[in-house]
């Protein structure tokens, strides 16, 4: 997409460019000129860049949607002002703060909501963010490919703590994950 | 000012049948449409492709009555017709998803 | 007569006062233009000010100069600027300047309307800029978004400033719209059909049009955000039956197009200037017509785009990015065409040409940066993060502060009739550019890092300390630069040498007047009979002032104009303006007393504000109007046309249509609001329903009809006993429409005091606010009737001057059937439930 960008970018600067140094006028028919810059390079150029851009757009899109899946882990995400709580299907009276356990390698949904006003649960290297919006529940499937600590944060401003307003997400392997749901001290 | 509703006529039509059919998926979502079944896709998913097809009949419908009939000024006609043409394929390229996307989630 | 003796002729009628009550009392095109744009660039650099005290803070991890209570307000506070007190006055005021000249008029439709504009513009700025200064400005983000915006997050009064203060200044760009599209549709000169308006003016229909139908929704958001913070109405409230997203949907339905009514008045001088710097014609002339129709509709089936995080379904949000990408083909077409403009002709490297390739530069990477966010899955990376904030201000500097300083160096000769002396700009110009690409392309390099927008501070070991670095030196060298582009206008403003008539040679009326403009404009309306007359007749200013032209000849001592046909502009009617006076700034104080009473919640003193204005209003229409009938005037060529009170269609006839057509999307989005919640919203459905009861419909429907069918018969010629009939109508007909209104006010006042508690269910605060919609229009059209009655016992109103009979019907038609939907829609849904 940068490469792309990029391209256009040189390609519109030389046709600015040339304009500079072209021709005269009298020797060149106008409709000619309608039917290339117009046509040409106004309409079709773009609609054919972007036509291909949506649809790729739109397949990745749909496969990034949670679909029903039995491994699936599920955790609640509760955001507040300017905290997170995090609790279990899977271990019930159990809540962290600050801290979000899940699987490595295995898909996680992360059921997302609020106390208080509008947050965003976003961990950069592990999906795209999704708000934690009052009276509703937002579900985000993560998945993080190797056991580790990632970083994660809210994306969506929400007063004087805003900045402040991180947590970590904490990816365990199989056996790890096994103790952590039977309650063991990790 | 008629010539000027001649220009408008078609993109206002697309606004409101991409707005319609975006709260017609809003609504049919709140009222479980999505759940029943009409020759094996989802109800729904039916009704919002009927909408598109309709949708893009009306313009088309449009189009042929603004080349049949003639403005005041005929500068007129050449912009209404590029912006009739422009309604038709919005209405195609914003509305294609309700032919596969998920409807619901 | 000579040219000089007309001169000063007109020169005496136009005139503004003199000394020091001209500011107040002006009510010239010329001197308002002047004084919004003055006023939108104070407030760009109070703005630009701001973002200086942001870059400083960023400038270094962990810096100490703010805390987040001050660095809240101050990013709040510079999108704010920029986007309501900045980039849009400065749109009106280029247009409110330009538009006349362009059209070949001597002022705009409503001339009292432009001056209440500025200074409901003016006193909302400044109660802003005070909130700033004693340290309680807003700070929630330009976007507001509640609940953080809401009662209990937000008890401060930082959230009532934004939301008062930016519909007081709102009423100001409603006003030049409403005034816009009837100056451009019915103040023409003669013979300047649709397809012969200077490209510009296209872009500026399109951009009132756009305002008219975009603003509304924010502005019912405001009334519905402050209403549940000054009396508790739960519409945000997600406990309480209300939700959040509503806000978000009525904000961007208005915060999308709203970047396109910042970007095409730009694009329409770009369009402008082009094919003059390049001595030829613009490529394609209907093809960016018809893109510009084009974007003005697609631009309103986007604003879900940024709400793609919200977790609304695939479905939705591909409807939205396909219609998001899309809309980057109609500027694809521009952009293309303003390139085979050059192509086609020689361009010139002049100082405007200079802002206008730097405006090539931001904007196609702006653009490009654009795609990629509509592309949902990077969207979910980048949003929010300081990419985005890159992306804007490339769209909004590139396409907007670039292409308007290109604006400003071409119409300076216009303006101050000088040349440019001093060669500053060139330096100034490399500046900016430079300054502007080292601020925010790093602020994209940084974003993709994963730095967030709106943070106040940031640690030092995340990597992003140089880059941070880099873009405030960025800024502050843009800062420099801006100040160094006024330095110039300024000193070449003051100092240089007298410039020649149309310095650019270009083909277009404002260029054929005297410079710097006389108070009339045009001593004689041409007479047009192409897109570019003056290119045709390259003396047509020497013949314009000798009187070869339309009223040429001035009377009486009146402000005189035309109005022509919409499409072929034909002369139709005579208009006479008023004169200089101090009534819009005394209405807008008081329209301002209204909303101070409302931030300081003194909610006695309210309805005193209201009828103050309504008192005004009064005042304001009263003045206009003839008690005698008139015959049909000479207009020259021959040609007579009636005076504007004496036909069915007067200019107040096409501003309240235009004023219809604004309302009409508040009522819609009203109407949208009503049915999210119902569907969307958590906690429905609410405790208990409304009962139903047949007497309000019947009441209210019964009453509507009366008031439609009575008020056809106005105005029908009194009968005398003799059978002759006298100029004047006959009252019973007004007394009968106004007795079916009050029904309808009555229909409403009962629901209002029946729905279930407000304050206790989203469903109540609806059905309270669509009822007080109803019953205040009735109470408008009732007041409007009362006026006519009072009008018609003072001989203001006889068989032929009946302007004023239709205005009032059209409200009368209006008010009743905004009523009678107000009544289906809160009353079928109960028959259901
Ligand atoms: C004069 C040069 C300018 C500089 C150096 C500048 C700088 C900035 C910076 C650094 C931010 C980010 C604040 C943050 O996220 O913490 C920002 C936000 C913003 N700027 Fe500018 N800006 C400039 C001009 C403009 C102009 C001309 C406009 C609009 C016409 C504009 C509109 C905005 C808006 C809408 C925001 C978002 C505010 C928010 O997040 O609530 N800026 N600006
Ligand atoms: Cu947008
Ligand atoms: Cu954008």
């Known amino acids: 997409m940068l490469a792309g960008s990029t391209l256009i970018v040189i390609i519109v600067a030389a046709l600015i460019w040339r304009s500079f140094s072209s021709t005269p006028?009298?020797?060149?028919?106008?409709?000619?000129?309608?039917?290339?810059?117009?046509?040409?390079?106004?309409?079709?150029?773009?609609?054919?860049?972007?036509?291909?851009?949506?649809?790729?757009?739109?397949?990745?899109?749909?496969?990034?949607?949670?679909?029903?899946?039995?491994?699936?882990?599920?955790?609640?995400?509760?955001?507040?002002?300017?905290?997170w709580q995090f609790t279990y299907t899977d271990r019930p009276e159990y809540v962290s703060e600050g801290v979000l356990h899940i699987p490595a390698g295995r898909p996680v949904d992360v059921a997302i909501t609020t106390r208080d006003v509008i947050h965003s649960f976003w961990v950069p290297r592990l999906a795209g963010k999704l708000d934690a919006i009052p009276g509703h529940v937002n579900v985000l499937r993560i998945e993080a490919s190797a056991p580790g600590l990632y970083h994660g944060q809210s994306a969506e401003f929400s007063g004087k703590g805003y900045t402040g307003h991180t947590f970590i997400v904490q990816a365990h392997s199989a056996a790890d994950w096994a103790r952590f749901l039977a309650g063991e001290p990790m | 000012m008629r010539d000027l509703l001649r220009i408008l006529i078609a993109p206002l039509i697309w606004l409101a049948a991409f707005s319609a059919v975006y709260a017609l998926q809003g609504f049919g979502c709140a009222a479980g449409l999505n759940e029943a079944i009409f020759v094996g896709m989802s109800f729904l998913r039916a009704m919002l492709i009927l909408a598109w097809v309709l949708t893009i009949a009306t313009l088309v419908g449009i189009f042929y009555w603004l080349e049949r009939t003639a403005p005041r000024l005929p500068w007129t006609s050449a912009i209404s017709r590029i912006t009739a043409c422009v309604a038709m394929v919005a209405a195609i390229w914003s509305l294609f998803p309700v032919t596969f996307t998920s409807i619901c989630n | 007569m000579n040219a000089l003796k007309r001169h000063r002729l007109l020169t005496r009628i136009w005139a503004s006062d003199s000394g020091w009550k001209r500011c107040f009392t002006t009510v010239s095109h010329t001197d308002l233009g002047r004084m919004f744009l003055g006023m939108a660039f104070f407030y760009f650099a109070v703005g630009g000010v701001l973002a200086m005290l942001i870059r400083a803070q960023l400038a270094s991890p962990d810096a100490a100069f703010m805390g987040p209570d001050i660095y809240n307000q101050v990013f709040t506070m510079h999108g704010t600027m920029m986007m309501f007190l900045f980039a849009i006055p400065a749109f009106e005021g280029l247009a409110v300047y330009l538009l006349p000249k362009m059209l070949g008029a001597r002022d705009l439709a409503f001339p009292r309307l432009t001056a209440y504009g500025f200074w409901c513009y003016t006193f909302g700025g400044f109660m802003m800029l005070t909130s700033m200064l004693v340290g309680l400005a807003p700070d929630g983000g330009w976007f507001m978004y509640p609940p953080l915006t809401g009662p209990a997050a937000s008890p401060g009064v930082n959230t009532d400033v934004w939301l008062l203060g930016v519909t007081f200044v709102e009423i100001s760009a409603i006003c030049a719209a409403v005034e816009l599209c009837v100056s451009i549709l019915k103040f023409r000169a003669p013979g300047m059909s649709l397809d012969k308006m200077p490209i510009f003016v296209w872009y500026a229909l399109v951009t009132a049009l756009m305002i008219l139908t975009a603003f509304p929704p924010l502005i019912l958001g405001s009334i519905l955000l402050e209403l549940e913070r000054a009396i508790g109405l739960p519409f945000f409230d997600a406990a309480l039956g209300g939700d959040s997203l509503l806000w978000q949907h009525l904000f961007w339905l208005f915060g999308h197009p709203e970047v396109y009514i910042i970007f095409l008045p730009a694009a329409g001088l770009i369009s402008t200037i082009i094919p003059v710097m390049s001595r030829t014609s613009l490529l394609g002339h209907g093809w960016v017509v018809a893109s510009v129709v084009a974007l003005a509709f697609l631009s309103f089936g986007l604003w879900v785009h940024h709400m793609f995080a919200t977790g609304i379904p695939h479905m939705g949000v591909a409807f939205f990015s396909a219609a998001s990408t899309l809309v980057a083909v109609p500027t694809a077409v521009q952009v293309f065409a303003w390139i085979g403009t050059m192509w086609h002709g020689r361009p010139q490297l002049q100082m405007p040409m200079l802002y206008i390739l730097g405006f090539f530069a931001t904007f196609v990477i702006g653009g490009l940066t654009g795609v990629m966010l509509a592309i949902v899955p990077f969207d979910w990376q980048a949003h929010d993060t300081a990419f985005v904030t890159a992306h804007l201000h490339y769209v909004l500097f590139g396409g907007f502060v670039f292409p308007v300083l290109a604006g400003l160096y071409y119409y300076a000769p216009l303006v101050t009739g000088r040349r440019r002396f001093f060669r500053i700009g060139e330096y100034a110009f490399g500046l900016v550019f430079i300054g502007f690409h080292g601020t925010f392309f790093a602020m994209h390099w940084v974003g993709l890092l994963g730095q967030r927008r709106r943070i106040y501070t940031y640690d030092a070991d995340t990597g992003w300390e140089l880059i941070n670095l880099i873009s405030s030196i960025g800024g502050f060298v843009l800062a420099i630069g801006l100040a160094m582009v006024l330095l110039d206008l300024a000193l070449n403003a003051i100092v240089a040498i007298r410039g020649k008539r149309n310095p650019w040679r270009s083909g277009t009326l404002e260029w054929s007047m005297m410079l710097p403009p006389s108070a009339y404009n045009f001593a004689s309306l041409p007479r047009v009979t192409s897109r570019e007359p003056l290119a045709d007749i390259p003396d047509l200013p020497t013949r314009l002032a000798r009187g070869e032209g339309y009223l040429a000849v001035p009377r009486d001592g009146r402000r005189e104009m035309l109005?022509?046909?919409?499409?072929?502009?034909?002369?139709?009617?005579?208009?006479?303006?008023?004169?200089?006076?101090?009534?819009?700034?005394?209405?807008?104080?008081?329209?301002?007393?209204?909303?101070?009473?409302?931030?300081?919640?003194?909610?006695?003193?309210?309805?005193?504000?209201?009828?103050?204005?309504?008192?005004?209003?009064?005042?304001?229409?009263?003045?206009?109007?003839?008690?005698?009938?008139?015959?049909?005037?000479?207009?020259?060529?021959?040609?007579?046309?009636?005076?504007?009170?004496?036909?069915?269609?007067?200019?107040?006839?096409?501003?309240?249509?235009?004023?219809?057509?604004?309302?009409?999307?508040?009522?819609?989005?009203?109407?949208?609001?009503?049915?999210?919640?119902?569907?969307?919203?958590?906690?429905?459905?609410?405790?208990?329903?409304?009962?139903?009861?047949?007497?309000?419909?019947?009441?209210?429907?019964?009453?509507?009809?009366?008031?439609?069918?009575?008020?056809?018969?106005?105005?029908?010629?009194?009968?005398?006993?003799?059978?002759?009939?006298?100029?004047?109508?006959?009252?019973?007909?007004?007394?009968?429409?106004?007795?079916?209104?009050?029904?309808?006010?009555?229909?409403?006042?009962?629901?209002?005091?029946?729905?279930?508690?407000?304050?206790?269910?989203?469903?109540?605060?609806?059905?309270?606010v669509i009822s007080a919609f109803g019953l205040f229009h009735a109470l408008l059209a009732i007041l409007m009737l009362v006026f006519l009655v009072f009008r018609i016992r003072r001989g203001f109103i006889s068989s032929r001057r009946r302007s004023e009979v239709e205005i009032v019907k059209l409200w009368i038609n209006y008010a009743a059937l905004i009523g009678v939907v107000c009544l289906v829609l809160i009353l079928s849904p109960v028959l259901f439930t």
């Not at chain 1, 972007?50 to 679909?67: D, F």
């Not at chain 3, 459905?685 to 139903?692: D, E, K, R, T």
Request: charged share 10%.
């Open chain 1, 25 to 83: 006028p009298t020797d060149k028919p106008l409709g000619r000129n309608i039917r290339i810059w117009i046509y040409g390079l106004g309409l079709v150029f773009p609609m054919s860049v972007l036509a291909a851009l949506l649809i790729y757009a739109l397949v990745v899109g749909e496969r990034l949607l949670p679909h029903l899946d039995d491994e699936v882990v599920r955790v609640n995400a509760i955001a507040e002002q300017w905290r």
């Open chain 3, 563 to 768: 109005t022509v046909s919409t499409t072929h502009a034909h002369p139709e009617s005579l208009v006479v303006y008023p004169g200089n006076t101090a009534l819009p700034i005394l209405m807008a104080a008081v329209t301002g007393s209204f909303f101070l009473s409302l931030l300081f919640k003194i909610y006695w003193f309210t309805p005193f504000a209201v009828l103050a204005v309504a008192a005004l209003a009064w005042r304001w229409v009263w003045g206009l109007g003839s008690q005698t009938d008139e015959e049909d005037q000479e207009i020259g060529f021959g040609e007579t046309v009636p005076h504007a009170m004496q036909t069915d269609r007067s200019q107040g006839w096409w501003g309240s249509v235009f004023l219809m057509v604004a309302d009409a999307t508040l009522f819609g989005s009203l109407i949208f609001g009503y049915a999210f919640l119902w569907t969307i919203a958590p906690n429905w459905p609410p405790p208990q329903w409304l009962a139903f009861s047949v007497w309000e419909p019947l009441i209210g429907v019964a009453g509507a009809a009366v008031a439609i069918i009575a008020a056809r018969q106005t105005p029908r010629p009194m009968q005398r006993r003799s059978g002759t009939t006298t100029g004047m109508p006959h009252l019973l007909p007004t007394w009968q429409s106004l007795l079916g209104l009050s029904a309808l006010a009555a229909a409403f006042i009962g629901l209002l005091l029946r729905t279930p508690l407000p304050t206790e269910h989203a469903y109540g605060a609806v059905l309270c």
